[in-house]
């Protein structure tokens, strides 16, 4: 069962242009939602990260949108870059600490 | 800090032998969690323990796959008998919620071929 449902699965983006990616839940027990950036070879490392009484939070070329009551949350890249190439995750945790991750987005901007 | 320390990086093996991936977590961290990722599957957790002390299973795919958590500072995830479709990316990745952050820190992973 998938919990964590993300789209698109993957995403082309000319240099300068705004990459959005969106990201939906079911299970209200999440109580923390962060983004994960993942480049070739490597593991994932945390972007941007929010917690679901914040409507937004921004950190440099990076903001998380999050609306509780539709159970979506969706992250802008702006002004994209060739460095921002890379797979994309959002996930969700439970006050457990499990973490569970949507299915990724591939994120190519070109030049 | 070093981060998360994972060995083999790659490993290759044929069908039937056993797998032992090894990880060292961040010191002072105290969760561990062991993923696998695929391009059918994308990132699954395995298992996870707290205070070397295994808290959720369920994701293991089967007898076959095994972890262990002997101390703080050292865990190990084992296939016996690998299979043609256990190969995938696994990786280690490590917590620490009493210093007050959710993050979760990746090593750099072990890629797994069964052949």
Redesign the interface.
């Known amino acids: 069962q998938q919990q964590v449902k993300q789209s698109p699965q993957s995403l082309i983006v000319q240099k300068g242009g705004i990459s959005i990616i969106n990201c939906a839940y079911e299970n209200t027990a999440f109580d923390y939602f962060p983004w994960y950036q993942q480049f070739p070879g490597k593991g994932p490392a945390l972007l941007i990260a929010i917690r679901p009484d914040v409507s937004e939070k921004k950190e440099g070329r990076f903001t998380i949108s999050f609306n509780k009551s539709a159970k979506q949350f969706s992250l802008h890249i702006m002004d994209s870059q060739p460095g921002d190439s890379a797979t994309y995750f959002c996930a969700a945790y439970l006050p457990n600490g499990k973490l569970t991750f949507g299915q990724g987005t591939i994120l190519t901007v070109h030049p | 800090d070093a981060g998360?320390i994972q060995s083999p990086r790659h490993e290759v093996t044929e069908m039937g032998q056993e797998v032992t991936l090894r990880c060292k977590p961040i010191s002072g961290h105290n969760?561990l969690?062991w993923y696998r990722q695929t391009m059918m599957r994308?990132?699954e957790?395995l298992i996870?323990f707290?205070n070397n002390v295994p808290?959720?299973d369920s994701g293991m795919p089967e007898d076959r796959f095994s972890a262990k958590m002997p101390n703080a500072s050292f865990s190990t995830l084992k296939i016996q008998p690998s299979e043609p479709r256990d190969s995938a990316v696994y990786?280690c990745?490590s917590?620490s919620?009493q210093a007050g952050t959710?993050?979760?820190?990746?090593?750099?992973?072990t890629r797994l071929t069964v052949l």
């Open positions: 998360v969760s969690f994308g990132l957790l996870y707290n808290i959720d990786f990745a917590s919620r959710d993050t979760q820190y990746f090593g750099p992973g």
